[in-house]
């Protein structure tokens, strides 16, 4: 139960930044993708399009908001090479020989500290997008993500349920 408590608290760590990020992904929707490993199918895919389509943002909106990612973008396009130099170095270490715990902690603490600066970058960018929207449209994100919240409380409950059962 003390897991799935911890899953729990990670989890709402995430949807705290999702609720963020949720105006970010509405504007990269609209924002020419950048091609790197974070780009075409999660920059620019047709899941993230539906938020600008959600919002019904307007024109102005849409280029005000590619404005402000166009502005951030260099910022991020370093993390997301270290970001993904972290994944490398913890996959070649996964493979080799010999694990050494040291060198694995230390990959981990440096990938940490990466994606904190990551998180720090999308927050600061969905807080500029969320200035562009009208109260109505911040009221609709708002209810979209008490849902969204909604139906993963209920599916935690859900998993909790399972594993308190004991296995036959």
Do not use: C, W
């Not at 899953?7 to 990020?21: D, G, N, P, Q, T």
């Not at 500290?113 to 562009?132: F, K, P």
């Not at 209810?143 to 599916?155: I, P, S, V």
Request: charged letters at 20%; glycine letters at 8%; aromatic letters at 6%.
């Amino acid at each position: 139960m003390g897991m799935l408590k911890g899953e729990v608290m990670k989890f709402r760590s995430k949807m705290s930044f999702a609720a963020l990020a949720v105006v970010l992904v509405a504007g990269i929707a609209i924002a020419q993708p950048h091609g790197g490993p974070h780009g075409g199918d999660f920059f620019g895919g047709p899941m993230l399009g539906m938020f600008a389509d959600y919002l019904d943002l307007s024109d102005a909106q849409q280029a005000q908001i590619k404005q402000i990612i166009a502005k951030e973008q260099p910022a991020l396009e370093p993390l997301f090479q270290q970001e993904m130099q972290s994944h490398e170095q913890m996959m070649q270490l996964i493979q080799s020989v010999s694990f050494d715990e040291a060198k694995a902690q230390a990959i981990a603490t440096q990938g940490a500290q990466v994606h904190a600066q990551l998180e720090v970058q999308h927050a600061r960018i969905a807080s500029e997008a969320y200035q562009v929207l009208t109260a109505d449209q911040k009221t609709k994100l708002a209810q979209f993500m008490a849902k969204r919240q909604q139906r993963f409380e209920q599916h935690m409950q859900e998993q909790g349920a399972h594993s308190d059962q004991a296995p036959n």
